[in-house]
């Protein structure tokens, strides 16, 4: 498919476009910018959807985690949004992966290549993160992202999208790679096995069909919204507790007849979701945070030690995992589509955010697009 379309020139790139820029916090204009072109391993993106994700939200009220020529973010003329997809229609020179016309989803992180952690597949933890001029690339965190109409890619970043998935769907193949990056670091041996996941935000009702999709059993996820957790039973999960009804270790130790779960993925920040975590787990199980906190929080580490407990961190979605997420979504071993709830014009981003931001009409995953 792709090499017909290396034949022809279909798309028309024009010289400049729109795109969304931050202001200072909690601000952001839409302005004109010229269309970036592709260098070696690279491509144009015509952006066809970007999903909202809660670390946009951060980053257009504190900044970071972005990080721009060394610093905030705010006033760089940088365009944020990184889970986004669309269509290939430029490539740079020599790359012959994807075609024009191809459609693609993204991941965040292109490593500089260069550092050892890049050289051991750790990219998302690349030592040069947020050196340009070195190679590095994490598109709407230091480089600049996705709501606007064109963005370029590493050919690294980019995953094929199969024709009958949509895009709004496909935007969401990041936020399930994450997931299953948690579940990666965790050792990956997932069936047959308990998994606990704290916190129904989209990585952790992602975090839920994953392990499911990968066996796990059973699948018990703890929050406190309970159309969340319903939602939750819809993508897998074999039991759902609501901790403002039963307190969320007793359940997990009453599920597994007092024995724990072997896995936890903690997603929801909470301050006591650690300590809560070390309790659900059986004697050298293992925990992966993929949410942070706001502030430090005080943990019963001997307890940690006094049971072998592995505690893992996480940021991103490395080793491919956006890769073998696809490729679960795509065999249709769960329904990521369940999580998005809400679709905007491109125009109309400062609304997206409200809604993502304050829940509106019970939103989850709220998706950007060119022309909806
Ligand atoms: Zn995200
Ligand atoms: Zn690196």
Redo the contacts with the bound molecule.
Sequence with gaps: MSGQHLLTNEFHVPRRMKAWVLGGPDEIFLVDKPVPQPGAAEVLVRIDAVAVCATDLEILRHGVPAMVEGGLPFHKNFTFGHEYMGTVVQLGPAVDEFGVGDRVTVEVHA?????E??RRGM?TS???YGEVAKG?RANGFTTDGGFAEYAVNHVNTLVHVPDDMSDEEATLVVTAGTSLYGLDVLGGLIAGEGVAVIGPGAIGLLGVAVAKALGADPVILTGTRGKRLELGKRLGADHVINARQENPVAAVRRITGGGGVHFVLECSGAPTALDEAAQMVNRGGRICLAAFPQAPVPVDLAHLVRNNIYVFGIRGEGQRATHRAMALMKQKRFDARLIHTHTFALDELPTALKYARERIADAIKVVVKAAP
Aim: glycine content about 16%.
């Design positions: 490593g500089c290549g260069r550092c952690r890049c990219y690349c030592l040069n590095h």
